[in-house]
């Protein structure tokens, strides 16, 4: 019996040491010290990047750096990352980029490519496949994912139970199901996001242009949004927003959205998966149990659901030394890493990961699966297995062509222009720019 017992203790003693050493040598950070480096890192408020900092005290012990956190809403955000770029002023070692930003930034070689910084132990080929291209550009990897998402159709199941419909897996089906349950003020058909700007209608709105065949530019680049095909999915997207959605529509944010379908008005949405954490949350939403997710309808060309993420990159302008350039891998490694993923989602109940063995733990499957997230997990496997990088188009000029374009699909919502004078005034606008940049001669 003590031969027994020393031997489960022997073996205590390993698995403390293992766990020790796990403890120290966190998957992708350089074992080596950092001591006398500060980091001075700009994020995005995202449930995915507020948990870091309850976690960084054990970072700054196991490297010996120092991190400043400075947590901004998104325009704020991408304000001071570019002043500081522009400027070269330097102050911010990695920044949190949306990934649209990635080519205009990676262009202007404002961030560094990351690639022979990764190691192995990294997990690199665990991230979900799509939200990995999406920190890549030319064939270099220039971010890592800290936050990631598709869209869905979130629709409130009793009513669709109730009328005997299945959720829409057309735009047209969609536009009849709107019909269905258009009983105004109590309860409208759908609402979508109307507000300007390329992350905000625009990001919607892309889905329905390329779902009715359209496309954002020729194989010259010359724009061609303004077809009849943009033309006819700008009036069909205005149209179900005025004619079955609440009032304002044209100036609806996803809050909007999410509030609207949350209080229980509104019969769907189509949204971004991440909507998962507070429309099922019972202290949010007064249907929580009353809603679920499924893939989002399809157009005569094909199924476009969104993506997007947030990425972490170096910035070349705040790492003068290679150290500093370590040390800002040692940051973006630890907080992407499979560990840092599997703490965000077991314990902040913050399920908006990016690597697949979060989506394959059981105990993840228990907490956003059917029974709690109706629709949810099946919505976002179907997205990612359709979505297309390039949903908007990945160039330099996009952030100006996209909040251009989103002023005009706004116009066109609000009935300030109709939509061939809209479209055509910013495909001109987006030609002009892309004579500028030399992409068109």
């Given at each position: 019996m003590k031969v027994i017992k020393r031997k489960k203790n022997i073996s205590l003693m390993v698995l403390i040491m293992i766990t020790g050493l796990l403890l120290v040598f966190t998957p992708g950070i350089a074992q080596q010290s950092f001591q006398g480096i500060k980091l001075t890192i700009p994020l995005q408020s995202l449930p995915s990047t507020t948990?870091?900092?309850?976690?960084?005290?054990?970072?700054?012990?196991?490297?010996?750096?120092?991190?400043?956190?400075?947590?901004?809403?998104?325009?704020?955000?991408?304000?001071?990352?570019?002043?500081?770029?522009?400027?070269?002023?330097?102050?911010?070692?990695?920044?949190?980029?949306d990934f649209m930003f990635i080519p205009e930034f990676a262009e202007a070689e404002w961030i560094l490519p990351i690639n022979e910084y990764?190691?192995?132990?990294?997990?690199?080929?665990?991230?979900?496949?799509?939200?990995?291209?999406s920190g890549m550009y030319n064939g270099k990897i220039y971010g890592f994912p800290v936050y990631g998402e598709s869209s869905a159709l979130w629709y409130r199941k009793d009513l669709f139970k109730e009328k005997g419909i299945s959720p829409p897996d057309t735009f047209y089906e969609l536009w009849d199901v709107a019909t269905k349950f258009y009983q105004?003020?109590?309860?409208?058909?759908?609402?979508?996001?109307?507000?300007?700007?390329?992350?905000?209608?625009?990001?919607?709105?892309?889905?329905?242009?390329?779902?009715?065949?359209?496309?954002?530019?020729?194989?010259?680049?010359n724009p061609v949004f303004n077809s009849s095909q943009g033309i006819y999915a700008t009036n069909f997207y205005r149209d179900l927003i005025n004619t079955y959605g609440p009032p304002g529509g044209s100036s609806f944010t996803w809050d909007d959205t999410a509030l609207v379908l949350m209080s229980g008005k509104v019969a769907m949405i189509i949204e971004a998966t991440?909507?998962?954490?507070?429309?099922?949350?019972?202290?949010?939403?007064?249907?929580?149990?009353?809603?679920?997710?499924?893939?989002?309808p399809a157009g005569p060309a094909g199924r476009f659901p969104s993506i997007f993420t947030s990425q972490l990159s170096i910035s070349k302008i705040g790492n003068t030394t290679e150290k500093q350039r370590k040390a800002s891998w040692a940051f973006?490694?630890?907080?992407?890493?499979?560990?840092?993923?599997?703490?965000?989602?077991?314990?902040?109940?913050?399920?908006?990961?990016?690597?697949?063995?979060?989506?394959?733990?059981?105990?993840f499957k228990e907490m956003f699966g059917e029974q709690n997230c109706p629709?949810?997990?099946?919505?976002?496997?179907?997205?990612?297995?359709?979505?297309?990088?390039?949903?908007r188009p990945r160039m330099k000029e996009w952030r100006e062509i996209g909040d251009i374009l989103g002023i005009a699909v706004e116009n066109v919502i609000a009935g300030i222009k109709?939509?061939?004078?809209?479209?055509?005034?910013?495909?001109?606008?987006a030609r002009e720019t892309l004579k500028r940049s030399g992409r068109v001669k």
């Open positions: 948990f870091l900092p309850e976690k960084l005290p054990q970072f700054e012990k196991e490297t010996g750096m120092k991190v400043e956190l400075q947590f901004l809403p998104e325009v704020e955000l991408w304000d001071k990352i570019v002043g500081d770029f522009a400027t070269r002023a330097g102050v911010y070692n990695v920044v949190n980029i990764v190691t192995p132990d990294y997990g690199t080929n665990d991230i979900m496949t799509k939200y990995l291209e105004p003020p109590e309860l409208y058909g759908i609402a979508l996001r109307g507000m300007r700007g390329s992350s905000m209608n625009i990001y919607i709105w892309t889905m329905f242009l390329r779902g009715f065949g359209g496309q954002f530019f020729d194989n010259n680049w991440d909507f998962v954490d507070r429309v099922f949350d019972p202290e949010k939403s007064r249907v929580h149990d009353k809603l679920a997710a499924a893939p989002v973006i490694s630890w907080a992407t890493s499979e560990e840092m993923e599997f703490k965000k989602a077991l314990e902040g109940k913050i399920p908006t990961g990016v690597r697949r063995s979060i989506f394959e733990n059981p105990q629709g949810w997990l099946h919505s976002v496997f179907e997205s990612l297995a359709v979505a297309e990088v390039d949903y109709p939509s061939n004078v809209s479209l055509d005034e910013a495909a001109e606008f």
